[in-house]
């Protein structure tokens, strides 16, 4: 009863919005749930990267110096650009105990020494340890000379793999006012839950990636209250005094290391001190190679365990954060500065696409794969999910997604690419669609950018994207003032929105459109019909195949000849027939013709018996299929002009006869086999479900002939 409305306003109105609430309701939807873009923590448009201010907190001991913890063993070229960007980024007063942990390479003491010796007393500290300590137990002699030091003074962990940027250490060490702050850790692109672009995935960077994403996270706006995080990072973690000198250093039990900064945290933690995320400070960090995989295998698990065992509601706080993401906003904004510098002067592609998979979505995620093999990363501009518009992020090993309501947040978003290839895919499932014109001309607007429309279906053409009537039927291309029912829609607050007034809207971005693919020669006879004036700017590409797939040998004539459909069939796809064509079959067993469908059925239909439904199979399957259910023949049944037919395409390649009605891609590509002396045959399509069934049986043996 629930989805009784919405069904209706589709049923009458074509109202795609309404068709996918329904399906939500009914649990056939996306699932799950979409993280919110904050469009507060959003950066201005209009501001642009300029001094360094501290985002959060307010610390008026800017003279006090800092106390920089660096122990140091080995990296000796990491070492030497670490200390060289501390002492050019750092903005207030510092002072550096370096504690040199017996390295290997014999050029590190003599470099530290000279280096210490020309800072003098007053900057710079450094400790020699007559043996090997381990991680631990040389950031353990740092910090206990930085409480001796001076008790009040805020602390900063920094390992030799962190390279700061400019203005690092008054961000990092601001929050450190709040009373309740225990550490403060930066964005980073290997930070675990502050990692960029993807959550707990480290990215290596490229030589100034790193200051482009900070120069974003400059303009970020500041927030009185950053979010807050199980654990503190110690890569780069800035330490409050007065939790240091509770909590002590890291607890030796940790051997080499992994899992030390966890502990020290969940300690203070319940002593009341937050880990607070500084999301305006994003700082590089190289990633050591400190131990070998293996090792590095064991220690996790060694030391996790102890982590475990004395914090048994980590593992459940983490997996919250994780799943409920605060930095989730700022991950997105600072990964679209990643993504920019990476693609360099290239513009990073934003595609526009819907939630409903099939072969559009094959395609989107074929070009989705290219273009982060080739630039970096892609963009993907979802319709149809639980937000209207949802903003994913796709990158090597992973992606990061939120969504919003509001087009004026996903453009504010999306400005942080400087050069943007804006792509149509198909905004089938959209609540207002009309409005998604308006949206990429905006995207696509200014100089650099480029503009694309995919047809995929013809969702530009009219509401009723497979440009079937209301009663279901292809009368032809739709036209304003010859249309029959179904081409015309109804916005969420009651507005019609007739087929004029729809392809004149589409057609503003068929215009501006720098390039329109369509991927069969029927799509770009539909398109042409409606837009002439865009006739030299479409270009036909079309799919190469999912997979390739044998040729079978040819059936016995003494075979009992078995129909196989392939793909999930709705009404468009010609469920409707397949019900008539089961029908037929049954009443009539003597002709002994069976009937399958690999893959699914819209479960408003159903097929008599002895006709079957396989359900999901993949492409590679299909071989096997054809001997397990003796398969002798492939239909097509769709019944609207598909824009390009996999299914058509992969039973083609199997060489058994394939039928389909004359229309559209499916059509195209039969007629094609047909010329070329291939067991093909293409039929009219008849009026009637009932027909089209007595159709295909007629046509049933010449074309296995």
Not at 172 to 198: G, K
């Amino acid at each position: 009863m629930k989805a009784a409305p919405a069904a209706l306003r589709w049923l009458r109105m074509r109202d795609s919005g309404a068709r996918e609430r329904v399906k939500r309701v009914l649990g056939l939807g996306p699932p799950g749930r979409d993280l919110v873009i904050d469009p507060a923590c959003l950066p201005d448009p209009e501001q642009h990267a300029g001094p360094a201010v501290p985002p959060s907190g307010r610390d008026d001991r800017t003279d006090q110096p800092v106390l920089i913890v660096m122990p140091v063993y080995g990296a000796f070229d990491l070492l030497t650009e670490a200390l060289d960007r501390v002492e050019r980024h750092s903005d207030r007063p510092w002072h550096l105990l370096l504690v040199e942990d017996a390295s290997p390479d014999p050029r590190i003491r003599p470099f530290l020494r000279a280096r210490v010796a020309a800072w003098g007393p007053s900057r710079a500290t450094l400790i020699e340890n007559e043996t090997n300590l381990g991680f631990i137990g040389a950031v353990n002699r740092g910090l206990a000379l930085a409480r001796e030091r001076d008790p009040q003074a805020p602390v900063v962990l920094l390992n030799t793999d962190a390279l700061v940027p400019e203005g690092w250490l008054s961000r990092l060490v601001a929050p450190l006012a709040d009373p309740t702050a225990a550490t403060v850790t930066p964005m980073s692109n290997d930070a675990e839950l502050m990692s960029v672009p993807t959550i707990c995935r480290p990215m290596a960077l490229q030589p100034g990636e790193a200051d482009a994403v900070d120069a974003l996270a400059r303009r970020l706006p500041a927030q009185s209250d950053l979010p807050e995080a199980p654990t503190g990072v110690g890569f780069c973690m800035a330490i409050a005094p007065r939790f240091l000198a509770q909590a002590g250093g890291f607890d030796p039990v940790f051997g080499r290391g992994y899992g030390e900064e966890v502990d020290w945290c969940q300690r203070v933690a319940a002593m009341g001190g937050r880990h607070l995320c500084q999301t305006g400070l994003f700082v590089e960090h190289r990633g050591g190679a400190s131990f070998g995989a293996a090792e590095k295998t064991a220690l996790l698990r060694r030391n996790g365990q102890i982590v475990s065992a004395r914090h048994p509601a980590f593992d459940g706080e983490v997996q919250r954060f994780i799943g409920e993401d605060p930095l989730v906003t700022e991950r997105l904004a600072l990964g679209l500065a990643w993504a920019a510098a990476r693609a360099g002067d290239r513009p990073v592609p934003v595609f526009l696409a819907h939630a409903l998979g099939g072969g559009a979505g094959h395609d989107l995620s074929r070009r989705v794969a290219a273009a982060v093999q080739s630039l970096g990363a892609a963009v993907v501009l979802r319709v149809g999910t639980a937000a209207r518009w949802r903003i994913e992020l796709h990158v090597p090993g992973g992606s990061t997604a939120a969504g919003t309501d509001e087009a004026a947040t996903a453009l504010r978003l999306l400005s942080v690419l400087p050069r943007r290839r804006v792509v149509y895919a198909c905004g089938v499932g959209d609540p207002d669609p009309i409005e998604i014109p308006a949206l990429l001309l905006a995207l696509a607007e200014g100089e650099g950018q480029r503009l694309e429309v995919l047809f995929h279906d013809y969702f530009p053409v009219s509401p009723a994207y497979t440009l079937l009537g209301a009663d279901g039927v292809w009368r032809g291309v739709p036209m304003p003032g010859r249309e029959r029912d179904g081409h015309s829609t109804m916005r969420p607050d009651g507005r019609l929105v007739d087929l004029a007034a729809w392809q004149r809207e589409w057609g503003r971005l068929i215009a501006a459109a720098d390039a329109i693919v369509v991927f069969s020669g029927s799509s770009r006879e539909i398109v042409t019909q409606v837009w002439p004036e865009a006739a030299g700017r479409i270009r036909l590409h079309p799919h190469a195949p999912l997979v390739d797939l044998p040729r079978l040998p040819p059936p016995s004539p003494m075979a009992r000849p078995v129909i196989g459909v392939l793909g999930n069939i709705g009404e468009h796809k010609g469920a409707g027939v397949l019900a008539a064509l089961s029908r037929q079959l049954a009443r009539d067993g003597a002709r002994g013709i069976g009937l399958v469908v690999l893959g699914d059925l819209d479960p408003a239909f159903r097929l008599r018996r002895p006709a079957r439904v396989h359900g999901g199979y993949v492409q590679t399957e299909i071989p096997d299929l054809v001997r397990r259910y003796g398969i002798t023949h492939w239909l097509i049944p769709s019944v609207w002009p598909e824009t390009f037919s996999f299914t058509t395409h992969e039973a083609l390649a199997t060489g058994l006869p394939v039928i389909a009605f004359d229309l559209g891609a499916q059509g195209e590509a039969v007629r094609r086999a047909q010329a070329r002396g291939e067991a093909a045959c293409v039929l009219p399509l008849p009026a009637t479900p009932e027909e089209a069934a007595a159709a295909i049986l007629g046509a049933l043996r010449p074309a296995g002939g």
